[in-house]
């Protein structure tokens, strides 16, 4: 057997300041820096569970007798949570901010749920502390200044997801994000019950059954996909003894023999018995954190990560000017999986619509001028297709709205005009999922006032107010300096609308129509209707009214799962 001891120091260390964390809540001169700590203990879970996710998954099914219920409710959804995340794919940055709304989801009102473990009745102003745990969790978070409103806006919604996907409430469910924490809680507390505790698997076959939801569905088939191939914690028979799965590796399985709750031997057998989950009281430090110093480490499983090479082949291919079809080809070599696309792409440029034989005949289909910004665009929308992000189907059609809409307005859908003044637009998605991914959301954002002096932006589409204006800037005139479509996008997104004048305004109209058709209740201000009416004459429509029953006959819509 290997020697591992990092692990079990890791192990020990989680659990016991998964424990502290609780009792920041009673102790106000802790909140101003409860973020940092909270952000801390999440890091330790996912770093934890990249390296020994069968250790953690023992843990789904320990009843930790030295540590306190709430702290095994926490552990426990914690675990969940970094399951779900990984599962999915999401980015560390994401899996950190559904941590650090789990734990503050626990952490006001620990003392009631370790009252309610022991049967004992709670006051009522104990009752009313748990029903508003969420509230509290937000004010305290907001002490420690708290720079992710995600987090907040998960609180929020936390107790009537918990509620809708246990069938107690008829809440819509449109927030992924949030659901994902109200799964996690929903599975530890079913784990934690005192009375008909049910097993792991038990209780991810009720949560599938009682919901029609196609995000919750998905996710509780990856946990269980997840479990399955991290099987730790499940018990079984051998020789007569009770043995507990510590891992599985190649054709072997290693077992922990257990006797009066304490590990006798450690074997090693190509035997397979009947194995199930339940919960198992462990009191034995040896089984609850040091045995995993004995077993060979078996990292996590993840799939590489292409988004990074990606995104800078994308600013390439928009800010170069290539003086060959060789040269594209180069850039976009570590992507051959984007020719299929591509080849469709290219039937636009095809007086019989017929695609690109291959990448060379595609290229040449588009003439040199336009065929790298289109080369920059579907690799683009590749990567939003093959987004892994809760609102990765939102963030797609929202994408191909917008192109919609540009393509009515400027009254072209394909040539070098449109590729250049679409490229733009495609950089900026690059750059919402490069620093703002954990900061899009469902709904639009819509409360410009009539007052604001500046424009709308492209962020408020998916859910922000605005792009980090530094970065913003930075990227784009690092990569996109000598485009002349990407400094009018800027200045869409930056100037003050005083200052918009030519592509800018064009841009300007684009989004307030794509807002208009994303958001029934969005109402234009007199200077964007001028806007409108004005860029509705450049492009040759013959009134604003005319552009719009166009849109209207295009059967554009908002997307609500």
């Given at each position: 057997?290997?020697?591992?001891?990092?692990?079990?120091?890791?192990?020990?260390?989680?659990l016991?300041?998964?424990?502290?964390?609780?009792?920041?809540?009673y102790?106000k001169?802790s909140?101003?820096?409860?973020?940092?700590?909270?952000?801390?203990?999440?890091?330790?879970?996912?770093r934890?569970?990249?390296?020994?996710?069968?250790?953690?998954?023992?843990?789904?099914?320990?009843?930790?007798?030295?540590?306190?219920?709430?702290?095994?409710?926490?552990?426990?959804?914690?675990?969940?949570?970094?399951?779900?995340?990984?599962?999915?794919?999401?980015?560390?940055?994401?899996?950190?901010?559904?941590?650090?709304?789990?734990?503050?989801?626990?952490?006001?009102?620990?003392r009631?749920?370790?009252?309610?473990?022991?049967?004992?009745?709670?006051?009522?102003?104990?009752?009313?502390?748990?029903?508003?745990r969420?509230?509290?969790?937000?004010?305290?978070?907001?002490?420690?200044?708290?720079?992710?409103?995600?987090?907040?806006?998960?609180?929020?919604?936390?107790?009537?997801?918990?509620?809708?996907?246990?069938?107690?409430?008829?809440?819509?469910?449109?927030?992924?994000?949030?659901?994902?924490?109200?799964?996690?809680?929903?599975?530890?507390?079913?784990?934690?019950?005192?009375?008909?505790?049910?097993?792991?698997?038990?209780?991810?076959?009720?949560?599938?059954?009682?919901?029609?939801?196609?995000?919750?569905?998905?996710?509780?088939q990856?946990?269980?996909?997840?479990?399955?191939?991290?099987?730790?914690?499940?018990?079984?028979?051998?020789?007569?003894?009770?043995?507990?799965?510590?891992?599985?590796?190649?054709?072997?399985?290693?077992?922990?023999?257990?006797?009066?709750?304490?590990?006798?031997?450690?074997?090693?057998?190509?035997?397979?018995?009947?194995?199930?989950?339940?919960?198992?009281?462990?009191?034995?430090?040896q089984?609850?954190?040091?045995?995993?110093?004995?077993?060979?480490?078996?990292?996590?499983?993840?799939?590489?990560?292409?988004?990074?090479?990606?995104?800078?082949?994308?600013?390439?291919l928009?800010?170069?000017?290539?003086?060959?079809?060789?040269?594209?080809?180069?850039?976009?070599?570590?992507?051959?999986?984007?020719?299929?696309?591509?080849?469709?792409?290219?039937?636009?440029?095809?007086r019989?619509?017929?695609?690109?034989?291959?990448?060379?005949?595609?290229?040449?289909?588009?003439?040199?001028?336009?065929?790298?910004?289109?080369?920059?665009?579907?690799?683009?929308?590749?990567?939003?297709?093959?987004?892994?992000?809760?609102?990765?189907?939102?963030?797609?059609?929202?994408?191909?709205?917008?192109?919609?809409?540009?393509?009515?307005?400027?009254?072209?859908?394909?040539?070098?005009?449109?590729?250049?003044i679409?490229?733009?637009?495609?950089?900026?998605?690059?750059?919402?999922?490069?620093?703002?991914?954990?900061?899009?959301?469902?709904?639009?954002?819509?409360?410009?006032?009539?007052?604001?002096?500046?424009p709308?932006?492209?962020?408020?589409?998916?859910?922000?107010?605005?792009?980090?204006?530094?970065?913003?800037?930075?990227?784009?005139?690092?990569?996109?300096?000598?485009?002349?479509?990407?400094?009018?996008?800027?200045?869409?997104?930056?100037?003050?609308?005083?200052?918009?004048?030519?592509?800018?305004?064009?841009?300007?109209?684009?989004?307030?129509?794509?807002?208009?058709?994303?958001?029934?209740?969005?109402?234009?201000?007199?200077?964007?209707?001028?806007?409108?009416?004005?860029?509705?004459?450049?492009?040759?429509?013959?009134?604003?009214?005319?552009?719009?029953?166009?849109?209207?006959?295009?059967?554009?819509?908002?997307?609500?799962?």
């Amino acid at each position: 057997m290997t020697v591992n001891e990092d692990i079990a120091r890791q192990l020990h260390k989680l659990l016991t300041q998964s424990e502290s964390v609780l009792s920041l809540y009673y102790d106000k001169s802790s909140w101003p820096k409860i973020d940092v700590t909270l952000s801390q203990l999440a890091e330790q879970f996912t770093r934890l569970y990249r390296q020994a996710p069968n250790a953690l998954h023992a843990h789904l099914h320990f009843i930790s007798v030295p540590f306190r219920h709430s702290t095994n409710v926490l552990v426990k959804q914690s675990v969940v949570l970094c399951m779900l995340g990984y599962a999915h794919g999401y980015t560390e940055q994401m899996i950190h901010e559904l941590l650090v709304a789990g734990f503050a989801s626990v952490l006001c009102a620990n003392r009631e749920y370790d009252k309610q473990a022991t049967d004992k009745p709670l006051s009522k102003v104990e009752s009313q502390k748990l029903k508003l745990r969420h509230q509290l969790a937000v004010k305290v978070l907001d002490a420690g200044q708290l720079k992710s409103p995600q987090i907040t806006r998960i609180l929020a919604r936390l107790s009537g997801y918990e509620l809708s996907i246990s069938r107690k409430s008829n809440t819509p469910l449109y927030d992924n994000v949030t659901l994902l924490v109200a799964i996690a809680t929903q599975i530890a507390n079913a784990l934690m019950k005192k009375h008909q505790r049910a097993s792991l698997p038990a209780v991810i076959k009720q949560l599938y059954l009682n919901n029609t939801h196609t995000f919750v569905q998905a996710s509780l088939q990856l946990v269980a996909r997840q479990l399955a191939a991290y099987p730790a914690g499940a018990v079984q028979q051998h020789q007569g003894n009770q043995a507990l799965l510590l891992c599985e590796e190649d054709k072997h399985a290693i077992l922990a023999i257990i006797e009066s709750g304490k590990i006798t031997r450690l074997i090693k057998t190509q035997r397979r018995h009947p194995q199930r989950y339940q919960a198992v009281r462990v009191s034995d430090a040896q089984l609850l954190y040091r045995v995993w110093s004995r077993i060979p480490p078996q990292p996590l499983a993840t799939t590489s990560d292409q988004m990074t090479e990606a995104l800078h082949v994308v600013e390439q291919l928009g800010g170069e000017n290539f003086s060959s079809f060789r040269a594209i080809e180069k850039t976009i070599a570590p992507f051959r999986e984007i020719e299929t696309a591509l080849s469709q792409a290219a039937r636009l440029y095809n007086r019989e619509a017929q695609k690109g034989a291959n990448l060379r005949h595609c290229l040449t289909m588009v003439g040199l001028d336009a065929a790298a910004l289109l080369c920059q665009r579907v690799l683009v929308e590749q990567l939003i297709v093959q987004l892994k992000h809760p609102f990765a189907k939102d963030i797609w059609h929202k994408y191909q709205l917008f192109a919609q809409v540009l393509a009515a307005l400027v009254q072209q859908n394909y040539g070098h005009h449109y590729e250049h003044i679409l490229s733009p637009v495609s950089a900026a998605i690059a750059f919402m999922l490069k620093h703002h991914s954990v900061d899009i959301k469902r709904f639009v954002h819509t409360s410009e006032c009539a007052d604001n002096p500046h424009p709308v932006s492209l962020a408020n589409l998916y859910g922000f107010v605005a792009f980090d204006e530094e970065a913003f800037k930075h990227y784009f005139h690092n990569h996109f300096a000598n485009s002349d479509a990407h400094r009018a996008f800027e200045q869409s997104e930056l100037y003050r609308k005083s200052k918009l004048k030519g592509l800018s305004l064009t841009f300007t109209a684009v989004k307030i129509l794509t807002l208009q058709i994303s958001d029934a209740n969005f109402q234009t201000s007199a200077w964007q209707r001028q806007v409108l009416d004005d860029q509705a004459k450049l492009h040759d429509w013959q009134s604003l009214n005319a552009l719009l029953a166009h849109l209207q006959s295009l059967g554009l819509y908002n997307l609500i799962e």
